[in-house]
């Protein structure tokens, strides 16, 4: 109904060829319009959101922007976010109160108006964007940085299909892992760079130390991991997992020299994957089970067997970890925690249980996550949230940060991947979905 009406303000008010939101003849009441108090709440690079108090008379909210209709609001709401605004431009907006429509009117009368409310949207941060790639598929990059602090990117392509690996080193390069996808990178302490992907039905890693490729299997499948995480421990041991179509979740392991495979969750339902490495060889397995609402699951072997337990309710979008260098596993997910609404979450796994804290409440859908321990101990989160923005996060003062818009032109917050260099930088590789390219943005 509130979008049928809105459909027919706005006719009414392109037909009437007036001079301000809503004033087509015949809907003003006989004495005009009561003044109605509104606000600007704030902007964003993507945002606008205006408050307004209510009116005893009306039955919904019509809220315009330089002149023309743009969104409607019940009357039991009293706050309206613009997301179709572009970044670093001016806006004029006006509140009208809405009431029961006089008589042979289809429409709702005006019972009151705002004064013109002036908005202006903030420009990204500074970060340094640049294009990567072109053609990639939906599924999301990787990437890591070597001791050298270049930039390492593993993405999948289109056409022709394959997993492809390229540098920042002078310019960005590189070349044809394999036909394959669902990668994530690392590098161990010695700087060889792991990849482990799916080809086909199998799941497969791969090194490289500066010149080809070289791949092995580490299970032939058939197995379709819809999900790959890959980490690198203290000794160079590369613990693994995988999320197996209608099968859980598969862990892999070369601490014994060679690969070898487990089942370590039954669940047929397995959503977002992420593993950490801890200090002696045990590892941390994160993933979303169950029908929604979803939960977050923690599963780890530090004990020597696997147990876990569920952390967090009606999770969405991605989850991340990471380990610091006190041995303390940290986690980033959209979720609830202690009967509160979603948003995005920081878990810390301490001695006494876990912990929680919020780092950017959520009104829009969720998209993905990914987080980092910087040289200096700090967590650098990158997120997507709102109207498909890239954001970014972090809590080097020692509370989080108010976040950072780091691209907001197009749908950039799906599909994201983050590591720090040694100098501190943060680069977010993601994908554009919008001009159909993987992008790079490297912190200033």
Excluded: K
Aim: with cysteine; aromatic share 6%; proline share 6%.
């Amino acid at each position: 109904m509130v979008r049928l009406r809105l459909l027919l303000a706005a006719f009414a008010v392109s037909a009437a060829g007036c001079d301000g939101c809503g004033r087509a003849a015949g809907l003003l009441p006989a004495n005009g319009p009561d003044a109605l108090e509104a606000e600007l709440v704030g902007t964003t690079p993507s945002e606008v959101t205006l408050r307004w108090e209510p009116h005893a008379a009306a039955i919904e909210y019509w809220i315009c922007r330089n002149g023309s209709v743009v969104g409607a609001a019940l009357a039991s709401e009293t706050e309206w976010t613009d997301t179709n605004v572009a970044s670093d431009s001016e806006y004029a907006y006006v509140v009208e109160a809405r009431g029961l429509p006089v008589l042979l009117h289809l429409l709702p009368s005006l019972h009151a108006r705002s004064g013109e409310i002036p908005a202006r949207t903030s420009a990204p941060a500074p970060w340094l964007r640049e294009d990567v790639a072109s053609t990639p598929s939906g599924v999301r990059p990787a990437v890591a940085v070597a001791p050298d602090d270049v930039v390492h990117v593993a993405y999948c392509r289109q056409a022709p299909f394959g997993l492809l690996h390229v540098t920042d080193a002078g310019a960005w390069g590189g070349g044809l892992v394999e036909d394959g996808c669902w990668a994530s990178i690392a590098f161990d302490p010695a700087g060889t760079l792991h990849a482990l992907f799916r080809r086909g039905e199998a799941l497969r890693h791969a090194t490289w130390s500066g010149g080809p490729w070289t791949a092995e299997a580490i299970d032939p499948g058939p197995l379709a991991a819809l999900e790959t995480a890959l980490a690198a421990d203290d000794a160079g041991c590369l613990p693994a997992a995988c999320a197996v179509r209608d099968a859980g979740v598969r862990y892999a392991t070369n601490r014994g020299g060679a690969w070898t495979t487990e089942d370590i969750a039954a669940d047929a339902r397995v959503r977002a994957l992420s593993i950490a490495a801890a200090p002696g060889g045990a590892a941390h397995v994160l993933f979303f089970a169950g029908d929604a609402p979803r939960m977050l699951r923690h599963l780890s072997n530090a004990s020597g067997a696997w147990a876990g337990e569920d952390i967090a309710a009606d999770v969405a979008g991605g989850v991340a970890s990471a380990v610091d260098a006190g041995g303390t596993l940290h986690v980033v997910a959209f979720g609830a925690w202690g009967g509160s609404g979603r948003s995005l979450l920081h878990l810390v796994h301490g001695p006494s249980g876990w912990t929680a804290e919020e780092i950017h409440p959520t009104r829009g859908p969720p998209g993905d996550v990914s987080l980092a321990a910087g040289p200096e101990g700090a967590l650098h989160v990158s997120y997507g949230a709102l109207s498909d923005d890239l954001l970014y996060a972090s809590n080097a003062g020692g509370t989080w940060s108010p976040p950072v818009y780091v691209d907001v032109d197009g749908n950039v917050g799906a599909r994201n991947a983050l590591a720090v260099d040694g100098q501190g930088r943060v680069h977010i590789v993601y994908l554009d979905l919008t001009r159909n390219a993987v992008r790079r943005a490297r912190s200033p």
